[in-house]
T-cell receptor, first 111, second 115 residues
Framework: RKEVEQDPGPFNVPEGATVAFNCTYS??????FFWYRQDCRKEPKLLMS???SGNEDGRFTAQLNRASQYISLLIRDSKLSDSATYLC????????????FGKGTSLLVTP | EAQVTQNPRYLITVTGKKLTVTCSQN?????MSWYRQDPGLGLRQIYY???????DKGDVPEGYKVSRKEKRNFPLILESPSPNQTSLYFC???FGYGTASDEQFFGPGTRLTVL
């Protein structure tokens, strides 16, 4: 039940660039949305939750479009340290609140 | 320090030899979950637990068992491991479930190889 799809990547961008990731979900009962960051061979860590009205945290902006069933993540002024895999995740009541992850999009920021 | 711990971090074993991967959290979280991560397949949920003595299957439960006798512990049991269970395993926990504030905290992962 792969309900969450992401841009396959990888994204290779220069420092300072703006990069956007999209993620679509198929379960219309989805109710919570997240972006996680995962460094190589490490555990995923929450980057930000995604709220209906959209939200921003420094250089990161997340948007939710319920009608089209997608979420997005925008990273402005990319830093070398932003290089990682970005995972979108969705929970839904009718799937036991399981955190369904996309396969992730790899980002490499180059000097 | 608030954390999720897993043990062992690395394990090489042979087919059919029962093993247990422990998971413990010190944040008084209600919800705990196990995932496996495989190249090209991403993170997939194995089992989850909404509270003590309440567990349910995730996407890929075959070959695994869990128990939730105490709030803080959620061990993953492989009764008869097979090579297709070679994977990177993560335990996670959250205070609640279903809302945007229910961040799941992940353990550091257990890399299991079944020969």
């Amino acid at each position: 039940r792969k309900e969450v799809e992401q841009d396959p990547g990888p994204f290779n961008v220069p420092e300072g660039a703006t990069v956007a990731f999209n993620c679509t979900y198929s379960n219309s009962a989805s109710q919570s949305f997240f972006w996680y960051r995962q460094d190589c061979r490490k555990e995923p860590k929450l980057l930000m939750s995604v709220y209906s009205s959209g939200n921003e945290d420094g250089r990161f902006t997340a948007q939710l479009n319920r009608a089209s069933q997608y979420i997005s993540l925008l990273i402005r002024d990319s830093k070398l340290s932003d290089s990682a895999t970005y995972l979108c995740a969705v929970t839904a009541l009718n799937s036991g609140y399981a955190l369904n992850f996309g396969k992730g999009t790899s980002l490499l920021v180059t000097p | 320090e608030a954390q999720v711990t897993q043990n062992p971090r690395y394990l090489i074993t042979v087919t059919g030899k029962k093993l247990t991967v422990t998971c413990s959290q010190n944040m008084n979280h209600e919800y705990m979950s196990w995932y496996r991560q495989d190249p090209g397949l991403g993170l997939r949920q194995i089992y989850y637990s909404m509270n003590v003595e309440v567990t349910d299957k995730g996407d890929v439960p075959e070959g695994y068992k869990v128990s939730r006798k105490e709030k803080r512990n959620f061990p993953l049991i492989l009764e008869s491991p097979s090579p297709n269970q070679t994977s990177l395993y993560f335990c996670a926990s959250s205070f609640g479930y279903g809302t945007a504030s229910d961040e799941q905290f992940f353990g550091p992962g257990t890399r299991l190889t079944v020969l």
